[in-house]
């Protein structure tokens, strides 16, 4: 696969996050990082469409790199195009975890084994993410990492690993360097704790 | 059996059962995510949406199907109006799967499941039984978390398979029981994981309206009823998904759970059932003495029977033959005997009474109305 295309298609996917329902979201990044283009191309601008998000100017050009060159409708590509400011973040996000994770967090010592040391990877973080008042209802794990390369082969696995411990729709921001953070991602990292640091040095995420 | 593509013209109607159909042979092939979700999608009248996931999943997981499966998936994303050349990117292969999902109905699978769904069971039209099983293998390429809980639920005619599992799923959910939902409805043969999943399962909840008395799960042996068309692809020839026939089978390859009324007066006073064997034990121990004659007598002579008995199936409608008494049995105590005499005796007199109820109600018995709801 072209790593632009693909690099273009993550981009798109990470700025998605919080917008596009999170049980759609991580199919399509399970899709990318599997290398199903071509699904994404027949799929993806119509689910922009039928959940009614626009897509900024940006995130329009990373939709027609990615997914024009793989058979995407070009008419469907055309109307994601939005002419108002996106919705900034609708979430609220907490560093701790909630009370009904155990005092042993067994995902996050998980995470901490597998990408430890790790090369091409940077720092990895946790939030909790929130709808609404924090408290109420239910919070869901947030993860933010840094990543020099095959970010959407690192998403699949990490989203395929939280599946299995329980979490059906899981929430994985690997983020490249040099990368215009949106609202989410920044409200998320605000709020954040350091689960572990991989082996590449100097992609902090939030500065000391 | 009936090609899909030589069928009459598809209303909007039948799309949904099609995609139904063909989620139930993808069971234990893709995640059980996908299937919830596309079954919600299909109930929601999103066809499109979940036709475009259940494919998409498939050559993402590069998850093989057969080319019978290709091609159906590849009309229904024409009927729904979707891009039917994603059917291309499929990856074809007609050897037969082996079903290797393990199943077990320890740790009472069915634990809640009655209670959380007795609303729901109250307002679904015709739904016939449902049961539950633990699968203890991960399903397709992004498997969730094991143990996995499998809901079965039968339907009966008048039933509507998706929305069933929609609504089955969504009340299971509300009460915190994390579970995959398989519905069936009349004239659909079971794919070998349904078989495997049934045969382990414990029941939650079962109607006394059962129109014959074949277990729930077992495949029809002879009769079919008017299948609606959209029965069709999983009964295809050369399908790889196992699909049993209804007309080919002539006997269930293993006997299946026992179907037993636990619905009244208390399901939640139930205790939990374990193993099979112990299942089997208690039934038995909750028997009338009469019962366990007859049990045993039957067991003797025709276990599947004995089975049938021992889980309560003829009740209603139908009278048992006794078999005959034999007093001479070598295995048979005195007081064996003694008691045999006595409720040899008391039980003719029950079969007359049957009898005669019988012939009052035969013309009301359930299943008379074999109205599918995918009739015109």
């Known amino acids: 696969m072209d790593p632009d295309i693909e690099q273009s298609t993550h981009e798109l996917l990470l700025r998605l996050a919080g917008r596009l329902p999170d049980q759609l979201l991580w199919r399509f990044r399970d899709w990318l990082g599997e290398g199903a283009m071509g699904t994404l191309a027949r799929t993806l601008p119509r689910s922009l ?61 998980l995470i901490h084994a597998t990408l430890r040391g790790r090369p091409d990877v940077g720092e990895v973080r ?33 989203q395929r690993v939280l599946r299995v411990l329980g979490d059906e729709e899981p929430s994985v921001e690997v983020i490249p360097p040099r990368f215009d953070l949106p609202g989410y991602h920044r409200a998320a990292l605000a709020d954040s704790e350091l689960v572990c640091v991989g082996a590449v040095e100097g992609t902090r995420l939030v500065a000391a | 059996m009936v090609e899909v593509h030589d069928g009459p013209p598809m209303d909007g109607f039948s799309v949904p059962l099609r995609l139904h159909n063909l989620l139930l042979a993808l069971a234990g092939r893709i995640d059980d995510s996908a299937l919830t979700e596309a079954r919600e999608l299909i109930a929601r009248a999103h066809i499109d949406e979940a036709v ?40 074809v292969d007609e050897t037969e799967p082996v ?25 679904l039209p015709d739904v016939r039984s449902v049961h539950a099983v633990w699968r203890n293998t991960p399903a397709g390429s992004v498997p969730g978390a094991l143990p996995q809980r499998v809901v079965l639920v039968e339907l009966g005619p008048e039933g509507n398979p998706p929305a069933v599992a929609f609504r089955v799923d969504t009340a299971l959910r509300r009460a915190g029981i994390h579970s995959v939902v398989e519905v069936s409805g009349p004239g659909v043969a079971h794919s070998e994981y349904h078989q495997a999943a049934s045969a382990a399962a414990s029941p939650a909840w079962v109607t006394g309206s059962t129109t014959s008395s074949s277990s729930s799960f077992r495949p029809e042996p002879v009769a079919k009823p ?16 196992s699909m049993r026939s209804s007309s080919t089978t002539t006997a269930p390859a293993e006997p299946v759970a026992p179907v037993v009324p636990i619905v009244s007066p208390s399901p939640a006073a139930e205790p939990p059932r374990k193993a099979r064997s112990e299942t089997r034990a208690e039934r038995t121990a909750d028997l009338t003495p009469a019962e366990v004659a007859q049990l045993r007598q039957a067991l003797a002579e025709d276990p599947e029977k004995g089975r049938e ?18 007093l001479d049995d070598p295995s048979l105590s005195e007081r064996d005997r003694a008691l045999l005499r006595e409720l040899h005796a008391e039980l003719a007199e029950r079969e007359r009474a049957e009898a005669a109820k019988m012939r009052l109600n035969g013309a009301s018995r359930s299943g008379g109305d074999q109205r599918g709801w995918t009739a015109p």
């Open chain 2, 309 to 326: 008995i021992a889980a309560g199936k003829p009740s209603m409608h139908e009278v048992v033959e006794l078999p005959a008494l034999d």
């Open chain 2, 99 to 123: 079903n290797t999902h393990r199943f077990s109905g320890e740790n009472a699978p069915e634990f809640g499941i009655a209670e959380a769904l007795d609303r729901t069971l109250q307002v």
């Open chain 1, 49 to 109: 469409l039928k959940h009614r998000i626009d897509l900024d100017q940006t995130e329009y050009r990373l939709l027609v790199a990615g997914l024009i060159p793989h058979g995407a409708d070009w008419h469907q590509v055309s109307s994601t195009l939005g002419v108002d400011d996106v919705t900034e973040n609708r979430y609220t996000f907490t560093s701790s975890a909630p009370e009904w994770v155990n005092s042993v967090d067994s995902v996050s010592v």
């Open chain 1, 126 to 158: 946790q939030s909790w993410r929130h709808v609404g008042v924090v408290g109420q209802g239910t919070a869901k794990r947030v993860l933010l990492i840094t990543a020099l390369s095959g970010l959407p082969r690192l998403t699949g696995e990490l």
């Open chain 2, 226 to 241: 008017p299948a609606p068309v959209t029965s069709e692809p999983v009964a295809e020839s050369g399908s790889r998904h």
């Open chain 2, 52 to 91: 475009e996931l259940t494919t998409g999943t498939l050559i993402a997981g590069r998850i093989p199907v057969s080319s019978a499966e290709q091609r159906e998936l590849a009309l229904v994303l024409e009927m729904s109006r979707s891009d039917a050349t994603l059917a291309n990117d499929l990856l």
